[in-house]
């Protein structure tokens, strides 16, 4: 016998409904599709963490549905029934883990439940930020970048891109995010040497990306000029060959 089947109640719960990232200040809806059949329903209560925040009890006339303060997670009661429940605009303190516990009434008032966890995202109010470059380089030249972006929960992940490839991870400085007023500020940093393959092109486009979970893809863009970069492009070709050949490995180039 099903562990949902006993003295002749066929009570399931098979998952709760509750988006696991949602950007904050929006309404949410968690949905607890149980089937109940041989019995009445008693009750269908909702908790975050240990504590409960709305209850459903159709045969209390008064009381039919309550909801309980807690902190971060408001109830619209008239969008709420026994399977459905609708939160207002929620926040960051909306997060936690979200349980559904469904009771079948007299006489054998059995209960099962089952929970999932919500993040809510505070996203950047704006694009990430490119500091660092010039508008031209040369040979040789160093490029030394930081692409930041600004007060999220969590912080976001940051990429770089250059010419459409993504950077290669030596190329990266890593940051630790900078705590600002409870929210998050990310940096990720750029620095390489320009070299010769990098000379034979006439511009460098660099791009960073932010993006949190699914919620959240903003990107920025930027794009240098490379001086000389046609004006002895056959001798650096040949340049190029002879470095590399003598070095006897293969580079990866951008």
Same mark, same amino acid.
């Given at each position: ?10 009570? =399931?719960?098979?998952?709760? =409904?509750?988006?696991? +990232?949602?950007?904050?200040?929006v309404?949410? /809806? ?12 008693y009750?269908?209560? @909702? ?5 409960e925040?709305? /209850? ?6 008064q009381? =039919?549905?309550q909801?309980?303060d $807690? ?15 609708? $939160?207002?605009?929620? #926040?960051?303190?909306?997060?936690? #883990? ?10 054998s ?18 694009a990430?930020?490119? *500091?660092g470059?010039?508008?031209?380089? !040369?040979?040789?030249e160093?490029?030394n ?6 007060k ?6 940051l990429? @770089? ?6 950077a290669?991870r %030596? %190329?990266?400085i ?7 007023? !409870?929210?998050?500020t990310?940096? $990720?940093?750029? #620095?390489?040497?320009? *070299? $010769? =393959? +990098?000379?034979m ?9 932010? #993006?949190?979970?699914?919620?959240? @893809? ?9 001086? !000389?970069? +046609? ?10 060959k ?5 070095a006897?490995k *293969?580079?990866? @180039?951008?």
């Amino acid at each position: 016998m099903d562990d949902d089947q006993k003295e002749g109640v066929a009570l =399931r719960l098979d998952e709760v =409904r509750v988006p696991y +990232h949602q950007v904050s200040g929006v309404r949410v /809806r968690l949905e607890c599709p149980f089937i109940l059949e041989g019995e009445e329903l008693y009750s269908v209560k @909702w908790y975050r963490g240990a504590h409960e925040f709305f /209850r459903y009890v159709p045969a209390d006339t008064q009381y =039919r549905m309550q909801n309980f303060d $807690l902190p971060g997670v408001k109830v619209d009661t008239t969008a709420s029934d026994a399977r459905v429940v609708e $939160l207002l605009p929620v #926040s960051l303190q909306s997060s936690g #883990s979200y349980k559904c516990e469904v009771s079948a009434d007299n006489p054998s008032f059995y209960t099962t439940s089952q929970s999932a966890n919500m993040l809510v995202v505070e996203p950047p109010a704006e694009a990430p930020v490119i *500091t660092g470059l010039k508008e031209r380089y !040369g040979k040789d030249e160093y490029v030394n970048a930081t692409c930041i972006s600004y007060k999220s929960r969590p912080a976001a992940s940051l990429t @770089w891109y250059i010419n459409q490839k993504q950077a290669p991870r %030596h %190329h990266l400085i890593q940051y630790a995010p900078r705590q600002e007023g !409870g929210l998050e500020t990310a940096l $990720l940093g750029i #620095s390489f040497r320009l *070299t $010769l =393959r +990098h000379a034979m092109r006439s511009k460098l486009d660099f791009n960073c990306t932010a #993006s949190i979970a699914a919620v959240y @893809w903003r990107w920025s863009a930027h794009s240098a000029q490379v001086v !000389g970069a +046609h004006g002895d492009a056959a001798s650096s070709a040949l340049e190029s060959k002879v470095v590399l050949m003598k070095a006897d490995k *293969t580079e990866t @180039w951008i």
